[in-house]
């Protein structure tokens, strides 16, 4: 069973970074190149909506919402992927997941990933 588990969240000041991070594990061929992933929030209230995504080949997009602001990298040798949070303002304060999908896909549609974590909670106080 494939898993995702995310850390890294917290609270900061407006205006500070954060580095989110997704390890992936459970496939048992191991070969997590061949897996896309995505970044997605969801504050109380709100729908879920993605963030950044990267596919198998590390193509990456990223919410125009965030655009200049997050970055989203991979460490293929620690099957993780990053999402670099700078210059972070109040209105980035949600819950935050990592998705996967053992294909290729580039896409912030939540409906592609087959693989949730459970989520790592950043707050942002102003």
């Known amino acids: 069973q494939v898993q995702l588990v995310e850390s890294g969240g917290g609270s900061v000041q407006a205006g500070g970074s954060l580095r989110l991070s997704c390890d992936i594990s459970?496939?048992?061929?191991?070969?997590?190149?061949?897996?896309?992933m995505g970044w997605f929030r969801q504050a109380p209230g709100k729908e879920r909506e993605g963030v950044a995504a990267m596919d198998r080949f590390g193509g990456t997009i990223v919410a125009d919402s965030v655009k200049g602001r997050f970055t989203m990298s991979k460490d293929n040798a620690e099957n993780t992927v990053y999402l670099q949070m700078n210059s972070l303002v109040p209105e980035d304060t949600a819950m935050y997941y990592c998705?996967?999908?053992?294909?290729?896909?580039?896409?912030?549609?939540?409906?592609?990933?087959?693989?949730w974590g459970q989520g790592t909670q950043v707050t942002v106080s102003s």
């Open positions: 459970g496939d048992t061929s191991t070969d997590y190149s061949m897996y896309s």
């Open positions: 998705a996967a999908i053992r294909a290729w896909a580039r896409t912030l549609s939540s409906k592609v990933y087959d693989y």
